[in-house]
């Protein structure tokens, strides 16, 4: 069955969706392209998984327990972690067709960008009382684009000064770079270096933040510094 209706239907349901916008770099579309859609058990089974992570990463946090609970409960937050990237990469594509519908109002791929972001902290604070998952990852990537529309447009009211040139070229080769990156990648680093609102965070908060231990935070730091280091030069980001 997956192997002659699953293929099918994901192609009926992807023609379905808004083309991709021309600005959407090669890679992430293949990337998307890559990714299998999930069938109602395989959902299901995440967004359960994900949720038991959360609370296993919440008694951690505020509970003391024994160490043979602990390492049970460390368990279900590393499942739970995984669980809530592949929720991630499989919604992916719901993000551009969202910032098709703000084209122009900022660069396109900073607009997906910030759709990413919606889609993290929809799968880190989803519940079933929300409804679907599809349904709340939706309302998250607009509210979060829509939000970073808001703050341009009211930056250019104001009339703030705008950065130097040096810091906008800086800006602009850090968002490319992370474009390489997923969607969870992406929200480590922002988080760590306070690529978003300049506020810098220490693995703990991160951690707390995305429902997982400390340990699995410098993990996909690592990683994600490491294929960073693959795509752009030491030098220009040092500048």
Same mark, same amino acid.
Request: proline fraction near 6%; charged fraction near 25%.
């Given at each position: ?16 969706e808004?083309?991709p916008h021309?600005?959407?770099p090669?890679s ?10 999930l069938?109602?058990?395989q ?50 594509? &719901? ?11 900022l ?26 998952f599809?349904?709340?990852?939706h ?6 684009? +829509? ?11 104001? %009339?703030?000064n ?15 770079a ?7 990648e992406?929200?480590? &680093? ?5 690529? &978003?609102? %300049? ?8 951690g707390r933040r995305? %429902? ?5 935070v410098a ?12 795509? +752009? ?7």
């Amino acid at each position: 069955m997956r192997t002659t209706r699953n293929p099918r239907s994901a192609r009926a349901r992807r023609s379905k969706e808004p083309a991709p916008h021309p600005a959407l770099p090669q890679s992430y579309a293949a990337m998307i392209e890559r990714t299998p859609s999930l069938d109602e058990a395989q959902l299901e089974s995440l967004l359960e998984r994900a949720v038991a992570g959360a609370d296993a990463a919440r008694t951690l946090d505020s509970t003391a327990v024994s160490p043979s609970f602990r390492v049970q409960l460390e368990a279900r937050v590393k499942d739970g972690q995984y669980a809530k990237e592949r929720l991630v990469l499989a919604h992916l594509r &719901l993000v551009p067709a969202v910032a098709s519908s703000y084209s122009g109002r900022l660069p396109f791929m900073d607009l997906v960008q910030e759709g990413n972001v919606g889609l993290v902290r929809a799968a880190d604070s989803y519940d079933p009382a929300h409804g679907t998952f599809a349904a709340y990852a939706h309302r998250w990537v607009r509210r979060s684009i +829509v939000r970073a529309v808001a703050a341009a447009e009211h930056a250019e009211q104001a %009339g703030q000064n705008g950065p130097t040139p040096e810091q906008t070229m800086l800006r602009r080769r850090v968002r490319q770079a992370l474009r390489h990156l997923d969607a969870v990648e992406a929200r480590v &680093l922002e988080m760590r270096f306070g690529l &978003l609102d %300049g506020t810098t965070r220490t693995l703990d908060e991160i951690g707390r933040r995305l %429902g997982v231990t400390k340990e699995r935070v410098a993990q996909i730091l690592e990683s994600a510094l490491a294929r960073l280091r693959d795509v +752009v030069s030491p030098a220009p980001l040092a500048a």
